[in-house]
């Protein structure tokens, strides 16, 4: 066992650890758990530290499980379009491993050097290619984990049909650990597209964005993904013309064969002009690339989910109640993603990134410049107390209540380090089926010590 | 079914007479249930064909006696065989609830458990019989042509005509001049490919002898000469499903007797109740005129089949109109012709053909069904009713004279501006040239 | 006559017309489609809402009387099998399709609404529901939704999980919750551990699914092979290809003869094995994939390779294929139909080991398989007049899924546990995964009174066969 010392750089020294340990394998984390169990000290797994920020912060002082070690690729069995992993396998080795039988994890990752599989599937990230492709969540066939006890227990299997047993593992994804450890998952992979473009238009107004959104449902086409712009991230948004008289910029995203996402561009394009858009730039192959990194790493501190037909609404009243939001919405999934704008500026003097907005440590606010390198550094001036207050009040008086409206729900994604949000302020509030949760939770978890006071349980 | 001591079996077990390889056929998979329509109505697989063959099958097995609830569920099957399309396995769900009944109604007549008036005097002596239920309609005609049916229709007062015959007299189209008698003979017109004896049934021919009229049309059109042999009556469907397989190998014989088949490509029948029966003529009696009663049944084919198979010649004339096709249990389930009436109609210029949705669904007629079960046949009709309306169609077409009675019955109590017509009437017209 | 205070309950909840408790009528419910064990409940009841299920689970809860939930009852693992003491929840009177609504790629449909039914009624919109089992003409989207069921297109389009974004569900103290529609609802996601629970969950009794938008194109194919090994090459030559085709389907000699006679669709009788491939998608490229499988079919050894040239002939081809078990029916009096699953490329090797068995126990087996997926369905033939062959069949079906856990497969693919498979989730799963999965069936349902007896051993390996 290797007990590691914690690096000025690394995002985890915001959390109340008293050690940190590196196991070498899934054996040594579930015996560090089971000490853990025994003495009812709170277990913080950690992966690459780029969602530190995810959830409230914990009180309760504990130890670090750094999963870095567990890194092994078990098993690549391509022509099954299988593969597995242990949990803290980076997102890009496994795209990198993947690539070599041009296959891929459909699921787009900001970070992906340091982001780790396990830490994905806690999160239950997923991104703009979410339309085409689902979540992250039909992607987990199976996966080995450490219950609260320190006992290790396998769910799901490494067939990609399989009725046998309950979904446990589906009910992990997105858990925030707070069930188990994650050790080891097996994934369903996909064929990678032989190419991919995207088509971008202007929208003036609200109501010709919802037109086009709900003729996008009618089009001949097969988007990959479908993205709405607006508020800040509308002017750094790649651009179509320059327009004053924009409110939204729509970025349709296409994959497939050469032949297929050619006739898509021109396709959607002819579509539009029947819709009065009459101009569109399509990305080629070459410019995707970019463009694609760009909207797959925009920061958002918040995300609100509606029926999809009720996105243009709900991004119309956030812009009402916070006009310099970010805005990027993955419009075909009535999933909205919304960056804040620091309290009491009037107008960003730079793009969020820039020293005056918080942002959260280890992750990179900037765009284009997708290096992976963590360099904001959340001690300088960020998330102060009074700030959150705000955010927590904005959140809680005005967005969720305007967006219950629209039957959705709001989830704060990140919260700066130091500021004291409740559990509910982040994740919402839940119905009668909160008392079915506690029951699992207490049941994986009697003692409560895995990841304590950061996801919905205590 | 060809038991030797029949008899004494059939008097103490009414499965007696189902040859047990028939159930062992059914694998219990469950596919038939949502075809069904009295399940689909009451979600009881007592009341869809699974459940039904392992009632029947407990009382095969002497594992129950039949007791009144499970003889309700046995009543309520419309007999469609909508669950046969839906076999994989190939189970013929009628040659098990048929006789199944039919002993059922036979030990009733035995053990003089009751005397059943409307069965025995309307449904056994009266409809199938033209010469007999023609005079009987007369006074109601009367009043239908002095628009006073249909006033007394409105303010309820039919309703005071009590239970099934009230029903019967309800179902009554208003009166449309159905034309002469047909002729013994109608030549081709145009080059001769066919000659066919057409079959007039009994019910049909009053109710819609104009549907006959525009049938031969039909015929004539497409190069047939067209023979209507007398002295032949009604197919004995009526019979068999009331308990009565005397009677119906009587009138099975009455026509046996009017057909001489060789001298006829085809006996052609436009009702598809009529049409199932006829083509099951080998099937339902076990005697010396088996083999005979076979040959006529091979020779047995409905209009839409045997003119699609012929080569229909294609209508000209336009009829600009939105229709949907009913299909009749007897015509797709026991027969399998769903694909010939659909292509001859949409082969009219002009006419717009919507699919039907559940069109495969039994409209609640089912012979004399809603005569006898009016609840679930009032049910379904109005299934029925509101899928056609789901359609927007102007025309309902069905080949049947129970659906088109239980259809019109049904609209005329919405007072919905929709007719029902006889593919072969659509068609008759789409013939004729202006 | 004074009825028992459990009946007497349950007619206050739904009225005297709703429950069914006379023994001729309970017998109708004794096994679904899976017939080798029976058991009449002690009563079936008809709710017609979520609030009477509600009723009902209390009045069960009263009286310690468990609870099935039943569809049409095409479950093949006896997923409806009534344990002692239970009563019969149907769902088939809850059949109303609520709400279709394309903007949001939704429908919004009761539990018991035929799978078909929602298909048909989507006809023209150019959307449909993609999960498609064989049973689909008759089986309810309730219980697509209890068994996570799959059918041909999953290959592509995905099990059922995948296409349910909300359920309305009744807890075992009778609480109505609604989980969804919006993507990621708060919490853990419970509308995937309910996805593929058997009813041992809740009951669920509304369902929001998901709607896929039909291919602008498609091809279907079939191809003839002389042997079962040279098809499986092909199908995992095609993937490696980077072609996920809508449904590559495999079936054998055996269930052709039975096919032929039912459909006669002209598939030649010496034939070892045919696939059925459909790819779809744009019309742009549909041709060169088209092209790319057939060549990938002949390198492989097919003898011929057609594409269906009208929609009615790519229809009797699925319909050959979705009625093949069905259609078993004329091959022999009883059938048990597994449902093994194993990585797909090990697949030639089990269908291998599975004529091995069959010879061994002096029974006849033949085979469908959802070949791309690694899903084989082998259909052990016997009458069930005759005991020993009976005994024989049932020893051989497990021998066959032990095969498909040794390749690093799965017992079930998409008929879920039910009764049948009951006995080798020990087999499958490790004491710890099992007590997992106990702790979730405990956290909603103390008193495991849904479904009890199904998809979960008992603690201490009570199970039996």
């Known amino acids: 066992m290797n007990i590691g010392q914690t690096m000025s750089e690394d995002p985890a020294r915001f959390l109340p650890l008293e050690a940190t340990l590196a196991p070498a394998d899934p054996g040594e984390a579930a015996e560090a758990v089971r000490a853990a169990f025994a003495e009812k000290k709170a277990v913080y797994p950690l992966g690459g530290g780029t969602q530190i920020c995810r959830g409230a912060w914990p009180q309760r002082p504990g130890l670090g499980l750094r999963l870095a070690k567990l890194s092994k690729v078990v098993d690549y069995p391509a022509d099954d379009m299988t593969i597995t992993v242990e949990a803290g396998l980076t997102a890009k080795r496994l795209a990198a491993t993947l690539a070599e039988h041009h296959q891929q994890l459909p699921i787009d990752v900001p970070m992906a050097a340091q982001a780790t599989i396990g830490g994905l599937i806690a999160l239950g990230h997923s991104g703009p290619r979410r339309l085409a492709y689902g979540t992250l969540r039909d992607y987990v066939l199976g996966l080995e984990a450490i219950d ?83 508020g800040t991230y509308l002017e750094q948004a790649p651009p179509v013309k320059a327009a004053a008289d924009t409110v939204a910029r729509l970025l349709v995203g296409f994959e497939g064969t050469e032949a297929e996402v050619c006739w898509m561009l021109e396709q959607l394009a002819a579509e539009w002009r029947k819709e009065g858009i009459a101009e569109a730039k399509s990305f080629g192959p070459a410019e995707a690339v970019a463009t694609w990194e760009w909207l797959c790493a925009l920061p958002a501190d918040i995300e609100m989910a509606v029926l999809p037909g009720r996105t243009t609404a709900a991004v119309y009243r956030l812009l009402q109640i916070v006009p310099l939001a970010g805005v990027q919405a993955h419009a075909g999934n009535g999933v909205i993603c919304v960056a804040l704008p620091p309290q009491g500026q009037a107008r960003p003097d730079s793009a969020p990134g820039g020293s005056e907005s918080w942002s959260s440590p280890g992750e990179n606010r900037q765009g284009h410049s997708h290096t992976g390198v963590a360099e904001a550094d959340a001690s300088e001036g960020h998330g102060k107390p009074h700030q959150m207050a705000h955010i927590a009040a904005l959140v809680r008086n005005k967005l969720r209540p305007a967006i219950a409206e629209l039957g959705g729900r709001v989830r704060i994604l990140r919260t700066p380090p130091g500021v004291a949000l409740t559990r509910e302020d982040v994740w919402g509030p839940l119905g009668k089926e909160r008392a079915v949760m506690d029951e699992i939770k207490q049941r994986f978890d009697p003692a409560g010590i895995l990841n304590p006071g950061r996801f919905i349980f205590p | 079914m060809s038991n030797g001591n029949s008899e004494k079996i059939v008097a103490a077990n009414p499965a007696a007479g189902i040859g047990f390889d028939l159930f062992l056929r059914c694998v219990h998979c469950g596919l038939c249930t949502s075809a069904c329509p009295t399940y689909t109505e009451l979600g009881d697989e007592n009341d869809g064909p699974r459940g039904r063959i392992q009632l029947m099958r407990m009382v095969a097995e002497g594992r129950t006696p039949l007791s009144d609830r499970m003889r309700r569920h046995l009543e309520l099957c419309l007999d469609c065989r909508s669950c046969e399309t839906a076999c994989p396995s190939g189970v013929r769900y009628g040659r098990m609830i048929e006789p199944f009944r039919q002993a059922v109604e036979q030990l009733d007549a035995r053990l003089e458990k009751r005397f059943d008036w409307f069965r025995e005097l309307i449904l056994l002596r009266l409809l199938p019989y033209p ?30 005509v009590p239970g099934r015959l009230g029903r019967l007299v309800r179902l009554l189209p208003p009166p449309v001049s159905g034309g002469p008698r047909l002729p013994k003979f109608l030549p081709a017109v145009g080059r001769k490919r066919a000659r066919v004896a057409f079959f007039v049934g009994c019910v049909a021919d009053v109710f819609y002898r104009h549907v006959h009229w525009a049938t031969v049309r039909v015929l004539q059109q497409n190069g047939c000469d067209v023979f209507v042999p007398p002295g032949q009556g009604c197919c004995g469907a009526i019979h068999l499903h009331n308990g009565d397989p005397d ?46 009663r076979a040959k006529f049944a091979a020779k047995v084919k409905d209009v839409h089949e045997f003119l699609d198979q012929l080569g229909f010649v294609p209508p000209r004339r336009r009829i600009d109109c939105v229709a949907t096709y009913h299909d009749s249990c007897h015509l797709a389930h026991a027969q399998g012709v769903t694909a010939a009436p659909r292509k001859m109609l949409t082969s009219i210029p002009g006419l717009t053909l919507i699919e039907l949705p559940e069109s495969g669904i039994c409209c609640g007629s089912a012979g004399t069904y809603n005569l006898l079960e009016p609840g679930m046949a009032e049910r379904l009709a109005r299934r029925k009713l509101n899928n056609i309306l789901q359609t927007g169609a102007q025309v309902v077409l069905a080949a049947n004279a129970g659906c088109m009675l239980q259809i019109a019955a049904a609209i005329r109590g919405q007072r919905l501006p929709l007719r029902v017509m006889h593919p072969m009437e659509l068609l008759d017209l789409s013939y004729r040239e202006e | 006559m004074s009825l028992p205070p459990l009946i007497t309950d349950l ?57 099935v939930p039943r569809g049409a009852g095409t479950s093949l693992a006896g997923g409806c099998l009534p344990g002692p003491n239970s009563v019969v929840l149907m769902l088939t009177r809850m059949n109303r399709i609520l709400e279709i609504d394309l903007r949001n790629r939704m429908a919004v449909v009761e539990a018991g609404v035929p799978n078909l039914k929602l298909t048909q009624a989507l006809a023209g919109s150019g959307y449909h529901f993609a999960p498609d089992p064989s049973s689909q003409g008759a089986s309810t989207i309730g219980g697509n939704v209890a068994t996570n069921a799959g059918g041909p297109h999953t290959l592509k389009y995905g099990v059922t999980v995948n296409h349910v974004l909300g359920l309305e569900v009744v807890l075992s103290d009778g609480t109505i919750v609604q989980l969804g529609p919006y993507e990621d609802p708060p919490g853990l996601d419970l509308v995937g551990l309910l996805v593929g629970s058997e009813g041992i969950l809740g009951i669920v009794t509304k369902v929001w699914v998901r709607l896929t938008r039909n291919p602008q194109d498609y091809r279907t194919m079939r191809a003839i092979f002389d042997s079962v090994e040279q098809a499986s090459e092909a199908v995992s030559r095609i993937i490696a290809a980077g072609i996920i085709p809508a449904a590559m389907e495999l079936m054998d000699q055996g269930i052709l003869a039975a096919v032929e006679e039912a459909f006669s669709f002209g598939f030649p009788l010496d034939a070892q094995a045919i696939l059925i491939i459909e790819v779809d998608g744009l019309a742009v490229d549909i041709e060169r994939k088209q092209q790319q499988i057939v060549d990938i079919c002949k390198q492989f050894g097919a003898r011929e390779v057609l594409t269906a040239a009208t929609t009615a002939q790519r229809e009797l081809l699925w319909k050959c294929r979705k009625l093949a078990v069905g259609a078993t029916g004329r091959l022999s009096p009883s059938y048990i139909i597994e449902d093994g699953v194993v990585p797909r490329t090990r697949l030639p090797q089990v269908i291998r080991r599975i004529a091995e068995i069959a010879r061994s126990h002096r029974i006849r087996i033949v085979n469908v ?54 006995s080798l989730m020990e087999r499958l799963f490790a004491p710890q995964d099992l007590e997992a999965m106990r702790r979730i069936r405990e956290a909603f349902d103390p008193r495991l009174l849904f479904n009890p007896g199904k998809k979960l051993p008992q603690a201490g390996g009570a199970a039996s066969a």
């Open chain 1, 148 to 230: 609260g006890r320190g006992t290790r227990f396998r769910a799901g299997g490494r067939v990609v049909k399989n009725a046998a047993g309950l979904n446990v593992h589906r009910m992990m994804v997105g858990a925030l650990g707070t069930l188990g450890v994650i050790t080891e998952v097996t994934l369903i992979v996909r064929p990678q597209p032989e190419c991919s473009a995207l088509l971008a238009c202007d929208v003036p107004d609200w109501q010709q964005a919802e037109r086009l959104l709900a003729a996008i449902l009618r089009s001949d086409t097969l988007p990959t993904a479908v993205e709405l712009l607006a």
């Open chain 2, 131 to 160: 010469n007999r239920l023609r005079p009987l309609l007369a006074p109601i005609r009367l009043l239908q042509r002095l628009g006073l049916f249909d006033a007394a229709e409105r303010v309820g007062l039919l309703r005071l």
């Open chain 2, 247 to 292: 009677g119906a190998r009587l009138a099975a014989h009455a026509n046996l007797v009017a057909f001489e088949l060789d001298r006829y490509d085809a006996i052609v029948v436009n009702h598809g109740g009529c049409g199932a029966m006829l083509k099951e003529y080998g099937l339902h009696w076990q005697d010396g005129l088996t083999p005979h």
């Open chain 3, 11 to 67: 007619r206050q909840c739904v009225g005297p017309s709703n429950v069914l408790f006379a023994p001729s009528e309970l017998a109708v419910y004794d096994c679904d489609a899976f017939t080798a064990e029976r058991r009449p409940p002690v009563a079936v009841v008809f709710p017609e809402n979520a609030q009477q299920v509600g009723q009902l689970m209390r009045v069960c809860r009263h009286h310690g009387a468990a609870v």
């Open chain 3, 369 to 422: 398989a959802h070949a791309g997926d690694g899903n084989v369905h082998p259909l052990l033939l016997f009458d069930e007049r005759d005991s020993a062959e009976t005994q024989r069949v049932r020893a051989a079906g497990r021998e066959v899924l032990q095969e498909c856990i040794a390749a690093g497969g799965s017992i079930t693919a998409e008929h879920g546990i039910g009764v049948e498979k009951l």
